[in-house]
């Protein structure tokens, strides 16, 4: 793990109008990260959950962040039902419960793959979800062999001579400056070939801002105005969502400023070329600087401003009550794209 670092902030997280970023005094957290091997284990697939000798393994794996909880724990020890698939082989954890979301999936799941190409033995497996597309475009991308990932379904449970779990798949690293988590957004830049120049560099023209959409979490009642208002001083609204991996990996990378509110979709702020600007809007209810840690990684100018929702209690899910001062959001993203010209 990287030490201890503070942010890059856009404009030194001070703005002329006396605005400071959100977030300015923060600094990545340096944790260690442990891998663990155990079995014969059993692995149920819908509960994303390991097991030995019919009950649920609930020591070190389950005892921190995404701890699963109680009523899963019983779940799996209750259920008796379940056909089990046996093997020899030796499995490697792939996935959390959160393995549908796309941030989750690059901050766990690929990682773990990074670690697993250097470390796994020349049979072992690597247990992954039903995929989509653009996590099994991601996952070959990473160059994991087609042979060695072993899907897992629904309805069925999976016994192991032995599994090899590590602290990415629990999201350990959210909040550090991983060399691990550098390396796999280094490994898929590459491969997916966008932007380059003959000089290695890559243009930074666009100006993005990622909307919401159809996300069912934290909405926005006004996001259509605010749209509206970045429009008209340059910004294109992007939907990352509708495009494939690839498109999303050449977009960003092309990025000279990205603004976005707190959501899977500021992920693609890690294909941006370093010194993009990131102006994240973070809700009042859900103050979670995970995108941060990305933009150190990556050398990028970050800057954030709370948005006030109305909701009242910490919540990832909820909507917003008020809308967004969309005068307020416009001015600051000219601001910071004004120390772009300079």
């Given at each position: 793990?990287?030490?201890?670092?503070?942010?890059?902030?856009?404009?030194?997280?001070?703005?002329?109008?006396?605005?400071?970023?959100?977030?300015?005094?923060?600094?990545?957290?340096?944790t260690p990260i442990f891998r663990y091997s155990f079995g014969p284990a059993v692995f149920d697939p819908v509960l994303t959950m390991f097991?030995?000798?019919?009950?649920?393994?609930?020591?070190?794996?389950?005892?921190?962040?995404?701890?699963?909880?109680?009523?899963?724990?019983?779940?799996?020890d209750a259920d008796r039902e379940t056909p089990v698939e046996v093997s020899d082989l030796t499995a490697w954890a792939g996935f959390d419960h959160w393995n549908s979301n796309f941030y989750h999936w690059f901050a766990h799941?690929?990682?773990?793959i990074c670690h697993f190409r250097k470390a796994a033995g020349p049979d072992d497996?690597?247990?992954?979800?039903?995929?989509?597309?653009?996590?099994?475009?991601?996952?070959?991308?990473?160059?994991?062999?087609?042979?060695r990932w072993k899907i897992t379904r629904p309805g069925l449970r999976y016994k192991f001579a032995r599994v090899i779990y590590t602290d990415f798949i629990r999201g350990k690293t959210d909040f550090t400056v991983s060399e691990t988590l550098t390396e796999t957004s280094r490994i898929l830049k590459r491969a997916a070939g966008c932007g380059e120049t003959r000089s290695g560099e890559y243009p930074q023209m666009r100006l993005?801002?990622?909307?919401?959409?159809?996300?069912?979490?934290?909405?926005?009642?006004?996001e259509t105005d605010l749209a509206a208002g970045l429009e008209r001083v340059g910004f294109e609204c992007v939907r990352p969502e509708?495009?494939?991996?690839?498109?999303?990996?050449?977009?960003?990378?092309?990025?000279?400023?990205?603004?976005?509110?707190?959501?899977?979709?500021?992920?693609?702020?890690?294909?941006?070329?370093?010194?993009?600007?990131?102006?994240?809007?973070?809700?009042?209810?859900?103050?979670n600087p995970c995108f941060l840690p990305i933009a150190i990684r990556n050398n990028l100018c970050y800057w954030a401003d709370l948005v006030e929702t109305g909701v009242m209690r910490?919540?990832?899910t909820s909507q917003s009550v008020l809308p967004v001062d969309v005068?307020?959001?416009?001015?600051?993203?000219?601001?910071l794209l004004h120390l772009t010209d300079a």
């Amino acid at each position: 793990m990287s030490p201890r670092r503070r942010g890059i902030f856009a404009a030194n997280g001070l703005l002329d109008d006396g605005s400071e970023s959100l977030f300015r005094h923060w600094e990545t957290s340096t944790t260690p990260i442990f891998r663990y091997s155990f079995g014969p284990a059993v692995f149920d697939p819908v509960l994303t959950m390991f097991g030995s000798d019919g009950r649920a393994i609930r020591d070190l794996l389950y005892t921190q962040l995404y701890t699963q909880p109680e009523n899963v724990l019983k779940a799996f020890d209750a259920d008796r039902e379940t056909p089990v698939e046996v093997s020899d082989l030796t499995a490697w954890a792939g996935f959390d419960h959160w393995n549908s979301n796309f941030y989750h999936w690059f901050a766990h799941t690929l990682p773990a793959i990074c670690h697993f190409r250097k470390a796994a033995g020349p049979d072992d497996v690597f247990l992954l979800p039903e995929l989509t597309s653009w996590q099994a475009k991601s996952i070959e991308l990473m160059g994991l062999p087609r042979e060695r990932w072993k899907i897992t379904r629904p309805g069925l449970r999976y016994k192991f001579a032995r599994v090899i779990y590590t602290d990415f798949i629990r999201g350990k690293t959210d909040f550090t400056v991983s060399e691990t988590l550098t390396e796999t957004s280094r490994i898929l830049k590459r491969a997916a070939g966008c932007g380059e120049t003959r000089s290695g560099e890559y243009p930074q023209m666009r100006l993005l801002f990622i909307q919401r959409g159809s996300a069912a979490n934290r909405k926005i009642p006004n996001e259509t105005d605010l749209a509206a208002g970045l429009e008209r001083v340059g910004f294109e609204c992007v939907r990352p969502e509708k495009l494939s991996l690839r498109e999303q990996i050449c977009l960003f990378s092309e990025a000279r400023m990205v603004v976005g509110f707190l959501g899977a979709g500021l992920t693609n702020i890690a294909w941006c070329a370093p010194g993009t600007i990131v102006y994240e809007l973070v809700p009042s209810h859900h103050q979670n600087p995970c995108f941060l840690p990305i933009a150190i990684r990556n050398n990028l100018c970050y800057w954030a401003d709370l948005v006030e929702t109305g909701v009242m209690r910490e919540d990832h899910t909820s909507q917003s009550v008020l809308p967004v001062d969309v005068e307020h959001v416009v001015r600051h993203a000219k601001a910071l794209l004004h120390l772009t010209d300079a």
